[in-house]
């Protein structure tokens, strides 16, 4: 309930607080107020290239975007493939090739070929590749 009020409060200025609106609607269990936020909130850190930032946000996207029966697969798939590139760019190789592995994007075929066919390929080669090996 203080999470929810916290939330209200911070709602006049959701750009600036995206990613704390987020949070604090997860932990009050509003999930269909915490899936915009969180998408927005990663958006916004990978474009300023706080990529650890907007993979954390990107997973809180994702667990809340499940608890939601009007999220699809293809939805699901794009912010599982954006959280993907997140930590590709933190130079979390194997994390990012699991990412893209993860059984939503594998089961919405179309979705992974429409999204990141290349980019697939490109996480597999690097986490295979023993240069890359010694990295988590």
Same mark, same amino acid.
């Given at each position: ?19 704390? @609106? ?23 850190? @990978? ?28 939805? @699901? ?60």
């Amino acid at each position: 309930e203080l999470m929810l009020a916290a939330a209200r409060y911070r709602q006049d200025q959701p750009l600036l607080a995206a990613g704390l @609106l987020s949070l604090h609607f997860t932990l009050a269990g509003r999930y269909e107020k915490a899936w915009p936020y969180a998408r927005t909130a990663a958006q916004r850190s @990978l474009e300023r290239f706080a990529n650890e930032e907007a993979a954390q946000l990107y997973q809180r996207a994702i667990e809340a975007g499940k608890r939601l029966p009007e999220v699809g697969a293809i939805e @699901l798939a794009r912010v599982q493939a954006s959280l993907s590139q997140a930590l590709l760019r933190a130079g979390q190789i194997r994390k990012a090739a699991a990412a893209n592995s993860a059984p939503r994007l594998s089961t919405c075929r179309r979705c992974a070929a429409e999204i990141s066919a290349p980019y697939v390929a490109y996480v597999a080669v690097k986490a295979r590749t023993p240069m890359f090996a010694r990295f988590p």
